[in-house]
């Protein structure tokens, strides 16, 4: 449906608005009942999406905000969906490397780690935890039908399981993982991933 984006049109929302005002700027309601602000621009192949946040985490005005930015980068030839990629991948590359070296400084031994798993185009895949972070990705590579996809791994070092649990289930609702199914609201591909539950 196309219509404007308000408070008061997602009040009764039920599946997806194209704002009338912003083009590709959307809300949709999510199978777990909350309403997702996101931004679609390109078509085909290209077709890309960026998801701006949760209804109660943002509000209205301040998604339309965010959405009007992208489009106005689209409407500069950019690409804000790779440039959000790229940005949160160093970010998180250089946090990985200056913990390994604390705890290499400290002479720590990590209890638990945190993985993230990444196509060649950039997406995040998978987040997971494992006491054994190389011994699980060689049960991804058997096991997730995602397998073939899986071009980068990156793997944070935790010194208790219980923050490594809690970085992955924030990671899962803030990075929105495409083949995670616990704590990701925007999808359900429980079929994806049982063979890799089933042996966690």
Same mark, same amino acid.
Not at 19 to 32: E, V
């Given at each position: 449906?196309?219509?404007?984006?308000?408070?008061?049109?997602?009040?009764?929302?039920?599946?997806?608005?194209?704002?009338?005002? &912003?083009?590709?700027? &959307?809300? #949709?309601?999510?199978?777990?009942?909350?309403?997702? @602000? $996101?931004?679609?621009?390109?078509? $085909?192949?290209?077709? %890309?999406?960026?998801?701006?946040?949760?209804?109660?985490?943002?509000?209205?005005?301040?998604?339309?905000? %965010?959405?009007?930015?992208?489009?106005?980068?689209?409407?500069?030839?950019?690409?804000?969906?790779?440039?959000? +990629?790229?940005?949160?991948?160093?970010?998180?590359?250089?946090? @990985?490397?200056? +913990? @390994?070296? #604390?705890?290499?400084?400290? +002479? !720590?031994?990590?209890?638990?780690?945190?993985?993230?798993?990444?196509? &060649?185009?950039?997406?995040?895949?998978?987040?997971?935890?494992?006491?054994?972070?190389?011994?699980?990705?060689? /049960?991804?590579?058997?096991?997730?039908?995602?397998?073939?996809?899986? @071009?980068?791994? !990156?793997?944070?070092?935790?010194?208790?399981?219980?923050?490594?649990?809690?970085?992955? /289930?924030?990671? &899962?609702?803030?990075?929105?993982?495409?083949?995670?199914?616990?704590?990701?609201? /925007?999808?359900?591909?429980?079929?994806?991933?049982?063979?890799?539950?089933? +042996?966690?």
């Amino acid at each position: 449906m196309r219509t404007e984006i308000t408070t008061k049109s997602i009040s009764y929302l039920n599946g997806r608005i194209t704002d009338t005002k &912003i083009r590709g700027f &959307i809300a #949709r309601r999510l199978r777990s009942g909350k309403v997702q @602000f $996101g931004f679609a621009y390109g078509s $085909g192949q290209a077709r %890309r999406w960026i998801t701006i946040g949760l209804l109660g985490e943002i509000n209205v005005a301040e998604a339309r905000r %965010r959405a009007e930015k992208y489009a106005g980068q689209v409407s500069d030839h950019r690409d804000p969906a790779a440039e959000l +990629k790229s940005k949160i991948s160093t970010s998180i590359e250089s946090r @990985f490397i200056e +913990k @390994f070296s #604390r705890f290499a400084a400290l +002479k !720590l031994n990590p209890a638990c780690y945190l993985y993230r798993q990444y196509g &060649i185009d950039g997406d995040l895949l998978y987040v997971g935890i494992s006491l054994e972070p190389l011994r699980r990705q060689n /049960r991804h590579m058997n096991f997730a039908n995602w397998r073939s996809n899986i @071009f980068r791994i !990156l793997i944070e070092p935790f010194e208790t399981r219980e923050e490594a649990l809690e970085a992955e /289930r924030v990671a &899962i609702r803030q990075e929105f993982p495409k083949f995670n199914n616990v704590h990701n609201g /925007r999808r359900s591909t429980i079929e994806e991933i049982a063979a890799v539950i089933a +042996k966690k």
